[in-house]
């Protein structure tokens, strides 16, 4: 069963990079039928997809977002990671990473964390 956890700071300053990481184990990042994204929630909205990250280590972005995101891994750590730049308040939500299994067509969440922007 692959796990997912998510982890970085709770709370990032106005205009600063909101930087997150998700482990994962019980699967390789590398593996040819999994594709990583970061979604997220903003409180009393619905999710957000904001980017994926393939085996191969190709992104895509949410158009909205993709000026401000990026995505990217490490192999030897089996880690990937979100970097969101210049965040305002209306950035704050909970931040998930998700795990799309295109051979079992099912998906796999990490608990969330909540990421608070303010001064």
């Known amino acids: 069963q692959v796990q997912l956890q998510e982890s970085g700071p709770g709370l990032v300053k106005p205009s600063q990079t909101l930087s997150l990481t998700c482990t994962v184990s019980?699967?390789?990042?590398?593996?040819?039928?999994?594709?990583w994204s970061w979604i997220r929630q903003p409180p009393g909205k619905g999710l957000e997809w904001m980017g994926v990250i393939d085996y191969d280590g190709r992104t895509f972005y949410s158009p909205s977002l993709e000026s401000r995101t990026s995505i990217s891994r490490d192999t030897s750590r089996n880690q990937f990671s979100l970097q969101l730049s210049s965040v305002t308040p209306e950035d704050t939500a909970v931040y998930y990473c998700n795990l799309w299994d295109y051979v079992r067509r099912s998906d796999y969440w990490g608990q969330g964390t909540q990421v608070t922007v303010s001064s």
């Open positions: 019980g699967g390789s990042i590398t593996t040819s039928y999994y594709a």
